[in-house]
């Protein structure tokens, strides 16, 4: 499986952004996780936002929650992230990551994770 993430970019505070991750090779035949991470300088990888494939069980991490959604579009194997309200505090590059076989309670552990794509840089200015 690759991950291929995009949509970053530089906006101001209060803005949105739509970060993708377009998967490839086996993908989405699997019954696991997927979810995006940010890591930010200085600071350990944190996790942001995920679900369980095929339930859409939706996870967030408490800083996103009602600002951020993730969704998906099976027929391009490809997971959204849409970033609503954004605030400097969400600076940081954001990676998507999989793991085919991974369990609900693994979800927000980075560690659990066999696949991340490359990143992509959001900057949000104050």
């Known amino acids: 499986v690759q991950l291929q993430a995009s949509g970053g970019g530089l906006v101001q505070a209060g803005g949105s952004l739509r970060l993708s991750c377009a998967a490839s090779g086996r993908t989405f035949s699997w019954s696991g996780n997927m979810a995006w991470f940010r890591q930010s300088s200085g600071k350990e990888r944190e996790f942001v936002a995920g679900?369980?494939?095929?339930?859409?069980?939706?996870n967030y991490a408490d800083s996103v929650k009602g600002r951020f959604a993730m969704s998906r579009d099976t027929s391009k194997n490809t997971v959204f992230l849409q970033m609503n309200a954004l605030q400097s505090e969400d600076t940081a590059v954001y990676y998507c990551?999989?793991?085919?076989?991974?369990?609900?309670?693994?979800?927000?552990?980075?560690?659990?994770?066999?696949?991340w794509g490359q990143g992509t840089e959001v900057t949000v200015s104050s």
């Open positions: 990551a999989a793991n085919p076989r991974g369990i609900l309670s693994t979800m927000r552990r980075v560690d659990s994770y066999y696949y």
């Open positions: 679900f369980r494939w095929p339930s859409s069980t939706m």
